[in-house]
């Protein structure tokens, strides 16, 4: 791949590179420059318009997956959220000696034996946080709290 500027998408020659070449590169070419998220869009849109244009060098099965990398490694990028797999025991309860918490919206459901954390709670803090839902049959996973910095919690060590 060849960069005809900083603020071009590197221009792909026919036959030079592969998908996983490209794969490969694209969290670089993600990652240079300003990372300000109208900067990083700005760089994915204008990779992906380059691969569009130049349909020629990968297959279309390639091209999908190679773009689809391109959104998701922005999105990443963007939101710097790490998603991790997560399951709960829908008869799950906590002990009586637990405090638990299920972060959400206001109306979300609250899974049996946890407390309700929503947004503007003196509990939490971060920039911006923000409930969010998920498709989800578990109370406990089908809502969250994005933005979270801090969860002060005062604990007490008696044996």
Same mark, same amino acid.
């Given at each position: 791949?060849?960069?005809?500027?900083?603020?071009?998408?590197?221009?792909?020659?026919?036959?030079?590179?592969?998908?996983?070449?490209?794969?490969?590169?694209?969290?670089?070419?993600?990652?240079v420059g300003n990372s300000e998220p109208s900067d990083v869009v700005q760089r994915a849109v204008s990779l992906m318009?380059?691969?569009? =244009?130049?349909?020629?060098?990968?297959? #279309?099965? %390639?091209?999908?997956?190679?773009?689809? &990398? *391109?959104?998701? $490694?922005?999105?990443?990028?963007?939101?710097?959220?790490?998603?991790?797999?997560?399951?709960?025991?829908?008869?799950?309860?906590?002990?009586?000696?637990?405090?638990?918490?299920?972060?959400?919206?206001?109306?979300?459901?609250?899974? =049996?034996?946890?407390?309700?954390?929503? #947004?503007? %709670?003196?509990?939490?803090?971060?920039? &911006? *946080?923000?409930? $969010?839902?998920?498709?989800?049959?578990?109370?406990l996973l089908a809502d969250g709290l994005a933005g979270v910095n801090m969860l002060p919690a005062a604990i007490c060590?008696?044996?």
């Amino acid at each position: 791949m060849d960069k005809a500027s900083p603020t071009a998408a590197p221009l792909v020659k026919k036959g030079a590179v592969s998908a996983t070449q490209l794969n490969a590169a694209i969290p670089r070419y993600l990652s240079v420059g300003n990372s300000e998220p109208s900067d990083v869009v700005q760089r994915a849109v204008s990779l992906m318009r380059t691969l569009r =244009d130049q349909k020629e060098v990968l297959k #279309p099965s %390639d091209l999908f997956q190679v773009v689809s &990398r *391109v959104s998701t $490694l922005a999105t990443r990028d963007l939101t710097k959220t790490s998603i991790t797999r997560l399951a709960v025991a829908s008869d799950y309860k906590p002990r009586n000696a637990m405090i638990a918490l299920d972060f959400g919206p206001a109306d979300g459901k609250v899974m =049996d034996g946890f407390t309700r954390v929503v #947004p503007g %709670d003196q509990r939490v803090s971060g920039k &911006r *946080v923000a409930a $969010l839902r998920r498709p989800e049959d578990s109370a406990l996973l089908a809502d969250g709290l994005a933005g979270v910095n801090m969860l002060p919690a005062a604990i007490c060590l008696e044996t």
